[in-house]
């Protein structure tokens, strides 16, 4: 059974909740700093902490990162609903190409239009960003053209 979650926009105070949530689940805190009210929360009926997705914005260009689901969590479509928010927020915010990163996903992540691309196809705003430049300098790339 599906355990209902509500999802909202994640708040300066929640700074620290949601970079322990990343560390908890294996994913890199590092840049959350800067993007905190781009990241999407979503808690259970209890309050507890279900999952977390965030974005970067590089003006037409944006960086999903760091989607991650608690493992109580996992397989019920959380994930699923957490990046079709951000890819909702990156159109409202104006981006026309979403990309991402990640070292074991691209399968999950090709499911919601994402392609694997070569680095040096990335927009040149995105490649500046942490997770490229520090983080993830060999995960896989992908971009998704939002319409």
Same mark, same amino acid.
């Given at each position: 059974?599906?355990?209902?979650?509500?999802?909202?926009?994640?708040?300066?105070?929640?700074?620290?909740?949601?970079?322990?949530?990343?560390?908890?689940?294996?994913?890199?805190?590092?840049?959350?700093?800067?993007?905190?009210?781009?990241?999407?929360?979503?808690?259970?009926?209890?309050?507890?902490?279900?999952?977390?997705?965030?974005?970067?914005? =590089?003006?037409?260009?944006?960086?999903?990162?760091?989607?991650?689901?608690?493992?109580?969590?996992?397989?019920?479509?959380?994930?699923?609903?957490?990046?079709?928010?951000?890819?909702?927020?990156?159109?409202?915010?104006?981006?026309?190409?979403?990309?991402?990163?990640?070292?074991?996903?691209?399968? =999950?992540?090709?499911?919601?239009?994402?392609?694997?691309?070569?680095?040096?196809?990335?927009?040149?705003?995105?490649?500046?960003?942490?997770?490229?430049?520090?983080?993830?300098?060999?995960?896989?790339?992908?971009?998704?053209?939002?319409?």
């Amino acid at each position: 059974m599906t355990v209902q979650a509500h999802y909202r926009t994640a708040t300066d105070p929640e700074l620290q909740r949601v970079k322990r949530f990343l560390k908890e689940n294996g994913l890199p805190e590092l840049g959350v700093d800067q993007w905190v009210k781009n990241f999407v929360v979503a808690k259970d009926q209890n309050g507890f902490w279900v999952g977390v997705a965030g974005l970067e914005l =590089y003006e037409k260009s944006g960086l999903l990162r760091s989607v991650a689901v608690a493992k109580r969590f996992r397989g019920q479509g959380y994930g699923r609903i957490l990046v079709e928010s951000v890819v909702g927020n990156a159109k409202a915010h104006g981006v026309k190409t979403l990309y991402l990163l990640t070292d074991d996903a691209a399968s =999950y992540f090709e499911r919601f239009g994402f392609q694997v691309v070569d680095r040096k196809d990335i927009d040149e705003a995105v490649k500046g960003s942490v997770e490229f430049t520090e983080i993830c300098q060999s995960a896989t790339a992908m971009r998704r053209v939002i319409s």
